[in-house]
């Protein structure tokens, strides 16, 4: 009995050692074995930057929740070299380095010696020292769409983005860096000058009228945070990057609102304003004569009591001092100096109640040994209406004031503004050289909106 | 029955030679892509320089791998490459050979050099890594783009990180004498650099970094040594006001010089010599 179970179990044994090798495999799931999938994925993206003989235009976005973007034109080469220029900054001669495609986490283009992509994460750029603007030199292959190729930063993978356009050029040498220093130039448009207001909005005009935000925009990021506060302390905001364009410039992400989408804006030289239309509404970014929403900062005034509101050079530079005010001392200067005399700073009393020269503005002016002279002036009573501040300016007081008063009257005619002037709460003051615990403000003349002051109370 | 079992085992080694031939063939050519990578005259001129003699990489082409994922740096432009390979060919390769013998490098060296074009930032702290240590194996030097060949000042900044760094290896393939951390141990602190160099000598450590902790002091010692000329050195010293602290650094001097000599066979002051010279030459 127990050989023939022995028996039994062996012949059992053998036919299955005869059945267990049968050469059942399934059918291959791909083609190709995963190294040739991946050297075919990597052939397939170095084939498209190099059929390309006159190049990609590239839009960077390096992290658009915290910077806007730039324009690059590379010419991608099949011994591994690109050739590239950009709209970064002056330097936009085309410059050859390395690049390569490799396998990551998935396909990834690198840009493997320094070039002007790099310059995006320069960690010391002056301003964002220790981060640059967050760049990358590695992009993650995400997408061809008719030849538009899409790349994720590898760090930023759902901020950052690379696209690249082919360029279509005749001449990919002249043409990339003409392009580049055109938006470069169109960087300088979207910034204040001597004679623009100082209030940037982006204005959105559609079925249902027409809706204003204060722009805030940071020229060392690129970046704008359009907001508009109302008296109920409710806040709509937008944030968004700026890359600019030979004719414009591109935010991102893109611009939503009551239900369309804006993302490229035209420039418009008759307006100096930045134009977006979809289906028949308007976006536009605009120097406007007042501010999208006039807060109710005016009414501190009356608190402020008789601490007077300092504007001093020599304390440092902020950049809500606007250049049309910087215009204004350089005016002074120039006529002090025929005096042998420069400007100081000046100081505004405030008084609601009085018109016995109590709204004063006192103006220092020194002379080359740093001797200190004061020049009075007198004002009416203050005024507040429609939350603006009023001057009306009554003559010098006694003393320098009516010697000194030709030279300096284009600080007197700024806060006479017969328009009146918009004065904002900016916190504690902040300035090139330091801060202190002390309330800063601003003064805006609606008269001339390019002109605007930073200071502090004393 | 013996029969019978010679019977079984007979069919069995015959079923086993037949189990696995399903008749395709055998292993075929590699998948992998074997095909040298593309050189330009750089890679070359450092696989002649480098890898071949002293099987030492130098990596410069940018991998997101070889560095701090966190944080935020730059490939070297290419033209930056070759002149601080040279550098560390002449002044530090080249005088560890005549003083060690042509096999000191090679058996003792790191593996790898990563080339960095930026500066590397510490976050949240007032300093910037000038270059990094991996055991032993590699070594990775930062900002080599913002060296002034024409400076030796700023030749000396990539190289004494290199003689930092190889005083480590150094260190890991014969550690340095214990007593060494017993001199001055008092004054080792986490925030070394909230003192200059100058208030750090006064206090017995070479530079301030080396009064972070004794493995940092030894290094910061050789390299002191080993990127200035023997009297420049003593000109550090001797400017020492404190006698104490000008005697616990002639103390760590010759701690520092019995080590090499007796663990490597090596006269510093001879090798000292030779790079001084060498590191002069590099900005004629």
Redesign the interface.
Known sequence: MK?INI?IW?ISF?AV??M??N?DDGQELFAD?P??RI?NRNAELTNLLISQNQGYKAVYFSKNDEFGGFTYYMQFNA??TVGMTSDFDAETAIEF??Y?VRL?TTNEL?????NHI?KV????FPGL????Y?????FQYFKNENGVLTFRD??NSDSGFLVLTPTNFADFETESVAKAEASLAQRENILPTPTSSVFQLLSIENANGLSSFNFNYDPLRLYASPRITLDDGSVTEFNFGLSFTENGLVISPVLEFEGEVYEEFIYDSSSSSYISEVNGTTAKILFSNEPAFIGRDVFDLLEIGGDGYLYRPGLGSNPLTSPGHDAIIAEVNENLSGFGLSFFDYILFLDFESDNCLSQLLIRVQNANGDIFNAFYCFERAVIQDRKLFLTYAGPAQGNGPLLEASVAPIITFFNSTEGMIYTNEGSFSSSLGSFSNLAGTFTSVQNPSQRVYGLFF | MKNNIKIYLVCLIALSYMACSDGSDSVGASQIDTNPPILNTLDIWLRNNFVQPYNIEVLYKWDINDTDVDRFLHPPFEASVRPVANALQKAWIEPYTTVGGPDFIKKIAPRQFTFVGSFNFNPNSPTITLGVAEAGTKITLFNIDFLDFTDINSIKQPLKTVQHEYGHILNQNIPFDVSYGQINPENYTAQWFNRTDEEARELGYITAYGSSQEGEDFVEMVSEMLTNSKADFDAIVDGIVSDNARSIIRQKEAIVAEYYLTNFGIDIYELQDLIDKATQDLVK
């Open positions: 050989s028996k062996f053998l050692c005869s267990s090798c050469n074995s190294a040739e050297a011994d591994g380095s390395s390569e990551g690198v840009f493997t010696t320094r790099q994460s320069n960690p010391s020292v220790g981060t640059g967050k760049g990358t030199s590695v590898v760090r």
